[in-house]
């Protein structure tokens, strides 16, 4: 049975920093891209980051792009989510996500079939 498992969320200042980690089991998720999406009250959920099986193909949303950093780690078959310079509207449930699928760069949350439970980071200012 595929899990993801998210960790890592919390309350914290704006400005400050956190790192979400997302623990898979149940396939080889290394020979998988991964993906972050958040979900704010009302909202819907969005894109925030992606790598791909590799490493060398990731992308970000344009609101995180030079303050977050996806990363991956095949060895404990663990993402991580390095977010920096935290601002009021990052506020969500932070979730991982996987494709069924190989390949990479997607952005949708259409594109992925695996989902975590997800993480709530709360920024205070």
């Known amino acids: 049975q595929v899990r993801l498992v998210e960790s890592g969320g919390g309350l914290v200042q704006a400005g400050g920093s956190l790192i979400l980690s997302c623990a898979a089991s149940?396939?080889?998720?290394?020979?998988?891209?991964m993906g972050w999406f958040r979900q704010a009250p009302g909202k819907e959920r969005e894109f925030v980051a992606t790598?791909?099986?590799?490493?060398?193909?990731?992308g970000y949303a344009d609101s995180v792009k030079g303050r977050f950093t996806i990363a991956r780690d095949h060895g404990k078959n663990t993402l991580y989510l390095q977010m920096n310079s935290l601002k009021l509207e990052d506020t969500a449930v932070y979730y991982c996500?996987?494709?069924?699928?190989?390949?990479?760069?997607?952005?949708?949350?259409?594109?992925?079939?695996?989902w975590g439970q997800g993480t709530q980071v709360t920024v205070s200012s």
């Open positions: 790598i791909g099986w590799n490493a060398n193909d990731i």
């Open positions: 996500a996987a494709p069924s699928r190989y390949g990479s760069g997607w952005t949708k949350a259409s594109e992925y079939f695996y």
């Open positions: 149940g396939r080889t998720f290394s020979s998988f891209s």
